[in-house]
Every structure is written in C-alpha cells, then in structure tokens.
C-alpha cells in the first residue's frame, strides 16, 4: 500500500509539472513512458517522464523509474531511480528518425531485505550519481514517437539501464 501512495504521488507530481502552467505552450512538452531493465536492480520498471523543450534542440527531462521488487533466493530489493537529465537532438537528414544524447543527475532509493530464518535485516539508502546515455525516435505521427534508450548511471548506485517505450 506505501508503494502505490509513492506511485500515485509522484504521477501527480508529473500531471502538475505537466498542465500546472497555464502560459507555457502546450506544444513544448511531451509525455513518455516506458519498460524499462536495470542490471543492478535486476528486475524490470516502469519509467516515467515528461520533457519540455528549452531550445530548438535541447530538451529538459526530469524523470522517475520504478523497478519491480525483485526476490531472488532470500534477498528482496526495492529501487526507485529519479532522474534530472537534459536531452540533445542530434542533427538529422531524415524527419522520420531523430537520435539524442542523455546527461544528468541520478538519485536512487534503494531498499534491500534480507530474510533470515530469525528475522528480516533492511537497510535503506539514497545514492547520487551522474547519467551518461543515448536514444532514438520514430516520428511516425508529430504527436506520437516510440523510442528506445540506454543509459549508464556513474555514483554511487552505478547500473546500465536500457528502455522501450512511446511518446506523446
């Protein structure tokens, strides 16, 4: 139940990032969502993130991945990746396929439970670290684009992440 508070809390925080501002051009944001796998999560997500265009090629990307809990043998983890990152649209011939390069700021909750026949051993900790990445589009519609991404995060909760999903 705590986790899907965390989860209602945070796509309520996106919706207001998103339509909270009534002077701001529609046409200047875009919703994603994704699937995504993290290695050291060792578990699939689900990633959301909505992305304003500052300029004509630069992109602000603040974003939050939730990765299912995973359980193998008696360990069970809990990683939640949020994520300030700027997108740059490489310059491209085709209007069909955009790619871009990822650079940001990583901070992950990571909770980790330990079953033990006495009892559970949990302990919790945030770590930073820096985003280094790259991904492309399909513009198949002007509103609508699937994407896939992979990114590597350099701290102290270092994991390469790949993703696939769609745009809006």
Known sequence: MKNLK????????????????????AQNWEFAGAIS??????AFGIHLRPTYKLFDRLYAAPSVTFFFPSEPNF??????????????????????FET???????????????QTIA??????????????????????????APFA???YTIGGYSQFEIMAGIKI
Do not use: C, P, Q
């Open 6 to 25: 965390f989860f209602a809390g945070t796509a309520m925080l996106f919706f207001i990032m998103l339509f909270g501002n009534t002077r701001v051009e």
């Open 37 to 42: 796998h993290g290695n050291k999560a060792e």
């Open 75 to 96: 360990t069970k983890l809990n990683v939640t990746s949020w994520n300030a990152d700027a997108l740059y649209i490489l310059k491209s011939e085709d209007s069909l």
């Open 100 to 114: 871009y390069l990822i650079g940001g700021l990583n901070f992950s909750r990571v909770k980790r439970t330990v």
């Open 119 to 144: 009892s559970d051993l949990t302990s919790k900790g945030t770590e930073a670290g820096v985003n280094i990445g790259a991904g492309a589009n399909l513009r198949l519609l002007k509103r609508f």
């Open 149 to 151: 991404e992979a990114r």
